[in-house]
């Protein structure tokens, strides 16, 4: 099994930077990607952002340029610096660990930008 933790969310101003930090406890060893998932009020649940073991990332459109995913090659801790930060970013971000024994989600960390 393993366990994710979500941290680092809250309120910033537009323009604000932000760092989510997600770790994985447990059968870490298992892991190939993390990924970094955020929920909208009123949105489905989308992919912001992932990197695997091997060290390849992947952003949505939304994030490229403004976000960076990062972490240890264990990917026992992984990080999402969010820069430039728009009001439409406000979410409930996710970590979700995809592993040989399956995915496993945090409990979400929520992310308001707002004046």
């Known amino acids: 099994q393993v366990e994710i933790v979500e941290s680092g969310g809250g309120l910033v101003q537009p323009g604000g930077s932000l760092r989510l930090s997600c770790q994985a406890f447990?059968?870490?060893?298992?892991?190939?990607?993390m990924d970094w998932y955020r929920q909208g009020p009123g949105k489905q649940r989308e992919l912001v952002a992932s990197?695997?073991?091997?060290?390849?990332?992947y952003y949505a459109d939304t994030a490229k340029g403004r976000f960076t995913i990062s972490g240890d090659n264990r990917l026992n801790t992984v990080y999402l610096q969010m820069n430039s930060l728009k009001p439409e970013d406000t979410a409930v971000y996710y970590c979700?660990?995809?592993?040989?024994?399956?995915?496993?989600w945090g409990q979400g960390t929520q992310v308001t930008v707002s004046s």
């Open positions: 447990g059968s870490i060893f298992a892991i190939n990607v």
């Open positions: 990197i695997s073991a091997g060290g390849n990332t």
């Open positions: 979700k660990g995809d592993s040989t024994l399956g995915d496993f």
